[in-house]
């Protein structure tokens, strides 16, 4: 009785399955073709039908600027995108010479830009205070160690502490570059 069972199952399975091949068949002879350029290249027209002979402006053929002589790899004015202007080659000098700063037309106007000193990587994670009365002690870290020190203490040889506060810290870089107010978030 079993295997009469199995049989019986299997026999309803392969059913279904040419039930859906049948259905598969029909829903594939009976639509209409699709285009080689699938469902999008329907609606078009092909190109020879959308412009004539007459319609289409020829260009003329300048032999000439095939002899016109190419810019050299070293020079200056060349233009490898080819839309923008060439430089002249007093722009690219200046350029070179000072490659920091901004020109006053990109700043928009009034004096050229310096960029900043890079940001402090260092993250606040607290504050420290061991007896009451004494200073806050700054609790910091870069992902590789962690940090601790009070106001002026000089943290990885690079940035001081200039003030602890309880939710931020202000570090200064060493050689005078600026400084940086690192909130407790971590920003």
Not at 65 to 77: E, H, K, T, V
Not at 95 to 124: V, W
Request: glycine share 10%; aromatic share 4%; with cysteine.
């Amino acid at each position: 009785m079993p295997m009469e069972a199995k049989t019986r199952g299997q026999a309803v399975l392969l059913a279904g399955l040419l039930c859906v091949l049948a259905v598969a068949l029909w829903w594939n002879l009976s639509s209409p073709p699709v285009p080689a350029g699938g469902p999008q290249a329907a609606g078009r027209r092909p190109a020879s039908a959308t412009a004539t002979p007459k319609d289409t402006p020829v260009e003329t053929v300048r032999l000439d600027a095939l002899a016109a002589p190419r810019p050299q790899p070293g020079d200056q004015r060349r233009d490898p995108f080819r839309f923008r202007a060439a430089r002249l080659q007093t722009d690219a000098a200046s350029e070179m010479s000072q490659p920091a700063m901004q020109s006053t037309e990109e700043a928009g106007g009034g004096e050229p830009i310096q960029p900043g000193p890079p940001p402090i990587p260092l993250r606040f994670i607290g504050v420290v205070r061991i007896a009451e009365g004494q200073q806050l002690t700054a609790v910091l870290s870069d992902g590789n160690g962690v940090y601790r020190g009070t106001e002026g203490d000089i943290i990885e040889g690079r940035y001081r502490i200039v003030r602890v506060r309880l939710d931020s810290v202000e570090l200064a870089h060493l050689d005078g570059r600026g400084h940086q107010v690192i909130r407790m978030s971590g920003s």
